[in-house]
């Protein structure tokens, strides 16, 4: 692939108007920077899916089987009668447009088959011809669409432009969540191995080895050590967390970039300090080193598959019951589909928090906390010493990440512990916060730098409201509780709003955390000086 390069008059004259072209026309242009790469054969292997081959979406030939139609349909006709939502979504539409301008992909690229109601239209119109009796007699007068190619390579680049965010169906009448639509899409396409690689390698090293980056045992036990030496050097106090120990009262899942990824790691010397400082009873685990679950954007049955290990590392440990770290879609699936997929766990307490008696009653199935919860409730009780002066270098705001938001109402949590552990905290419009959060533009498997088009005009709208704190307040930095968020928001921003940095929540918390007996500190837990300490610290 050749990369053009515009001068400044060919970039002020490109025309935003988009071309007039009859939608039910399939049509795509595979351009550099709006796709992702197919899947490794390797890794398709390893997690033994069909149709293994070398191919790639920019080839006129896909190498599909011969059948490959069949596959689909039956494919389709199966989670119709399985999925009655699907079926509802095919067919309560009413086309009001509701929901056209709400996807920051819409917003952020101007294709109109990036609106939801069109991108589901994508799915619906062949749902139609196939399985409807007007669509069958008509076709296209009832707005059935055959099944071809073209609308197969359609679906793989629209439905790899969502992020399964689920901001559309906020503003929906009848509630369609297009996400659903698009995981739908997914697994069909994945049926006849059309898949895409940021996703299925990534599986692939969580059924290897635990965790999505492929971190061996050993390694994981290292980093988890290396965190804890760290720590060391900037509190002065040695914690000692433990990995695979049986009988721990607790289970602590993070997604694996929280011991790996800038910044996650801060965020991770966070959760370190913390436990460390309350005297909790925790323990990781090397086989479940990774909460995330690459599975939610493959199919249904990856994402079984993938999770089934954490209730089978608690139950072998042990343990109480489960905290889970800070993470977007590991949380999605842990609240709305785990008890269902692998519970009950009955083997498991109803989480209840050993520093103040609480009871997280809204864990009573799954039981497992999310750590935000866990922490707002001992500042609740006035369990910690905190200095939220510490974090006076930085204005802050927060992203409320589309799952925790969206898919589990955790909106309240971050703010009351932001706002207990820093003192310059800033609020982005309303309209683009809570339930209502723009995406980051790269989540459900697209954060590759294969498709960075996409993600920089995917992340447009949530960049223009930081944008709008940064001009506004000065905020220098955008607190999230997510994994994709840290490892996708820093570009994001370096493109729109340079100048703001990503952290994570517990970052925050654990700079804040006066530990008992620690040495004077002087730094922050990313090595900038704590305010006033500025000439002992050198960077
Ligand atoms: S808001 Fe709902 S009913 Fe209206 S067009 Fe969008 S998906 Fe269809
Ligand atoms: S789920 Fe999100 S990315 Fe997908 S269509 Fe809806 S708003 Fe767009």
């Given at each position: 692939?050749s990369?053009?390069?515009f001068?400044?008059?060919e970039?002020?004259a490109?025309?935003y108007?988009?071309r007039r072209r009859?939608?039910?026309?399939p ?9 992702n ?14 149709f293994?081959?070398k191919w790639?979406?920019?080839?006129d030939?896909?190498q599909l089987p011969?059948?490959w139609?069949?596959i ?16 509802i979504?095919?067919?309560?539409c009413?086309?009001?447009?509701a929901?056209a ?6 917003i952020?690229s101007?294709?109109?088959?990036n609106m ?13 011809k196939d399985?409807t009796?007007?669509g069958k007699?008509?076709?296209?007068m009832?707005g059935?669409?055959e ?7 359609e679906w793989?680049?629209y ?9 559309c ?6 509630g369609i ?16 191995g059309i898949g ?11 059924f290897?080895?635990g965790?999505?980056?492929g ?15 760290d720590l060391?050097d ?7 967390p ?6 721990a009262?607790?289970?602590f ?6 011991y790996?990824?800038d910044?996650h790691?801060?965020?991770?010397l966070?959760?370190l300090?913390l ?21 939610l ?7 079984k ?7 089978a ?5 042990g343990?109480?019951y489960i ?8 949380w ?19 989480p209840k ?6 009871v997280?009653?809204n864990?009573r199935?799954?039981?497992m906390v999310?750590i ?5 409730d ?8 905190l ?9 802050v705001?927060f ?9 589990m ?7 009351y512990?932001?706002?207990s ?5 800033y ?7 809570r339930?209502?959060t723009?995406?980051?533009g790269?989540?459900?498997g697209l ?9 920089l005009?995917g992340?447009?709208p ?8 940064q001009?506004n307040?000065g905020v ?6 997510c994994?994709i968020?840290k490892?996708?928001l820093?570009?994001?921003m370096?493109f729109?709003?340079?100048g ?10 654990g700079?804040a955390?006066?530990?008992k ?5 002087e730094a922050?837990?990313r090595?900038a000086?704590?305010p006033?300490?500025?000439e002992?610290?050198?960077?």
């Open positions: 692939m990369e053009k390069h001068k400044p008059e970039l002020t490109i025309g108007q988009p009859d939608w039910m026309d049509h795509v242009e595979f351009r550099r920077g709006t796709f790469y197919s899947a490794n054969p390797k890794s398709m292997e390893y997690l033994g899916l069909p293994v081959r790639q979406p920019t080839e030939d896909w011969s059948n139609k069949e689909i349909l039956e494919g389709l006709r199966e989670r119709i009668h399985k999925f009655r939502s699907l079926r979504f095919m067919d309560i009413v086309r009001c447009g929901c301008d709400k996807c920051h992909f819409y952020g101007g294709d109109p088959k939801p109601v069109l991108r589901a239209e994508l799915l619906r119109s062949v749902y139609r399985f009796t007007a007699i008509l076709g296209k009832a059935g669409r099944l071809t190619v073209p609308v197969l390579k793989f680049y439905f790899y432009q969502c992020t399964e965010c689920r901001r169906s906020v503003f929906c009448p009848y969540d297009t996400a659903e639509i698009t995981i739908i899409g997914r697994e069909l396409l994945n049926l006849v895409i690689d940021w996703i299925t390698t990534p599986a692939a090293n969580c290897r080895t965790n999505h980056l971190i061996q045992p050993h390694g994981f036990k290292d980093s988890v050590d290396f965190a804890a030496d060391e900037i509190t002065g106090i040695k914690v000692n433990s990995v695979n120990r049986k009988g009262e607790v289970l899942v993070v997604p694996s970039a929280d790996f990824g910044p790691y801060f965020g991770f966070g959760y300090a436990f460390h400082e309350i005297g909790l009873d925790y323990t990781f685990s090397a086989f479940a080193s990774e909460g995330g679950n690459f599975g954007f493959h199919s249904h049955e990856m994402m598959r993938l999770n089934a290990k954490i209730y590392e608690a139950k072998r440990l343990v109480k905290i889970g770290g800070e993470c977007g879609h590991m999605r699936v842990l609240h709305q589909y785990m008890d269902t997929m692998n519970g009950p766990a009955d083997f498991l307490e109803v928090s050993p520093v103040t008696g609480t997280f009653e864990a199935s799954t039981k999310h935000a919860e866990f922490t707002a001992l500042i609740k009780n006035r369990k910690l010493k200095a939220p002066e510490r974090n006076d270098s930085y204005k705001t992203h409320d990440s589309c799952n925790p938001a969206r898919a109402g955790l909106l309240e949590e971050p703010r512990i932001l706002k552990v820093c003192n310059h905290f609020e982005m419009p309303e309209n683009t916060i339930e209502q723009f995406c980051c790269s989540g459900s954060g590759t730098d294969e498709n960075l088009e996409m993600r005009r992340g447009f949530r960049a223009n409201a930081v944008k709008y704190v001009q307040h220098n930095l955008l607190v999230c509780i994994a968020d490892a996708t820093p570009p994001l370096d729109w709003a340079p703001v940095a990503v952290a994570g929540l517990h970052e925050l918390v700079n955390l006066m530990m007996g620690e040495k004077e500190r922050d837990f090595g000086p704590l006033g300490k500025e002992k610290v050198h960077v």
